[in-house]
Nanobody, 127 residues
Framework: QVQLVESGGGLVQAGGSLRLSCAAS????????MGWFRQGPGKEREFVAA????????YYTDSVKGRFTISRDNAKNTGILQMNNLKPEDTAVYYC????????????????????WGKGTLVTVSS
């Protein structure tokens, strides 16, 4: 079992930045590919970014490319999502996720292959 806890959400103006963290406990996070999803108001949960176990492969949804950066520190059992140049449409609850599959599979199949979810952290971007 892996427990995931997100932090770092909050209220920010458009153009600002936030840094989300995902702290894992239980089994080592390094045993899993991990990623981030988000669910905006009235929307379905969608894939945002994924990173492989080693950090060598990274995937983003098109709308965040060039603005968001996913990383991980396996020694600290932590994942990070650095979000820059935030837009109002980025407003959502952001969820950390871990999968025993691959980061590429996560980017393609979305929620179906996820083994563990965090409870989410709210990001609100004002215009």
């Amino acid at each position: 079992q892996v427990q995931l806890v997100e932090s770092g959400g909050g209220l920010v103006q458009a153009g600002g930045s936030l840094r989300l963290s995902c702290a894992a406990s239980g089994r080592t996070l390094g045993a899993y590919a991990m990623g981030w999803f988000r669910q905006g108001p009235g929307k379905e949960r969608e894939f945002v970014a994924a990173i492989s176990r080693s950090g060598g492969s990274i995937y983003y949804t098109d709308s965040v490319k060039g603005r968001f950066t996913i990383s991980r520190d396996n020694a600290k059992n932590t994942g990070i999502l650095q979000m820059n140049n935030l837009k109002p449409e980025d407003t959502a609850v952001y969820y950390c996720a871990a999968t025993s599959s691959t980061a590429q599979a996560m980017s393609i199949t979305g929620m179906s292959g996820i083994n563990y979810w965090g409870k989410g952290t709210l990001v609100t971007v004002s215009s």
